[in-house]
């Protein structure tokens, strides 16, 4: 086996890099430390909407996968499964097409599915089952409110949608995320979660604000990695994997969120 790359990433100044994408990123030899505890962070699938309408918002709502959705979670797993033979636990949050993509990386490694509600998506309240133009029409006090549908950056702990801040989700995500380090230390774990779950774990890696996550590339079935020797060394091994990347092009890749971009 070659020396794992330790990821260095250089953080572009946001007007000019509306989206970071971490293939860009710049590597650098360092051989792996087994002391040190190894997350594997999985996106869902592709989902269908609600309604179908392309661009309705669903956040924390129990959407199902599409049929491309799960070929995409199958296709993660067929990947972990030779990239990460070994994993200790797999875990999910508590939402089916996560759950899904979960079982299928489980699968054949006699481990059971651990899932945990605090790694479910952000709660948006009565924004779900619409698309960012009817939010503007139908609540323009809350568009005013918070600024951005993105990122919140005029109100960080909006809830006056009936939903969540972006720094609410991040609380919940980054404590769920210290107790499972804690009961797996020095292991490999697995994660199938969401879009700002996912943004959460690797925004607190990188020492990204609250309001610069929507700034961060994640595809639908996206694998990344984390490494963990504390709570305060947190390195990115490397972000964002589509499954374009790991199935060779068979498989196009999919951001599949209406609000990973300002707006």
Known sequence: ?????????????????????????????????????????????????PGNRKGAIYGGADVELSEQGKEEAEAAADYLLEEAPDL?????????????GAEKIAEGRNLKVVTDARFTEINRGVWVGLNKAEIEERYPE???????????????????????????????????????????HGQTVCLVCHNWVTAALLGSALGLSTEEWYTLKIPTASVSLVEYSSKAAQNVVFMGKSPEEFTNGRLKENVGSALSSKG
């Open 1 to 49: 086996m070659g020396k794992r790359l330790r990821r260095k990433c250089v953080l572009w100044p946001l007007g000019l890099l509306p989206l970071l994408t971490w293939s860009r990123c710049l590597a650098v030899g360092t051989a792996g430390d087994p002391k040190k505890t190894r997350l594997y962070i999985v996106r869902h699938g592709a989902v269908i909407p």
């Open 142 to 184: 809350h568009v005013k409110q918070i600024g951005s549908l993105s990122n919140f950056e005029a109100d960080t702990e909006f809830s006056q949608h009936g939903g969540e801040s972006y720094r609410a989700v991040g609380r919940r995500v980054l404590a769920a995320r210290d107790d499972l380090l804690a009961k797996h």
């Open 88 to 100: 200790d636990a797999v875990y999910s949050s508590n939402l089916s097409r996560a759950i899904y």
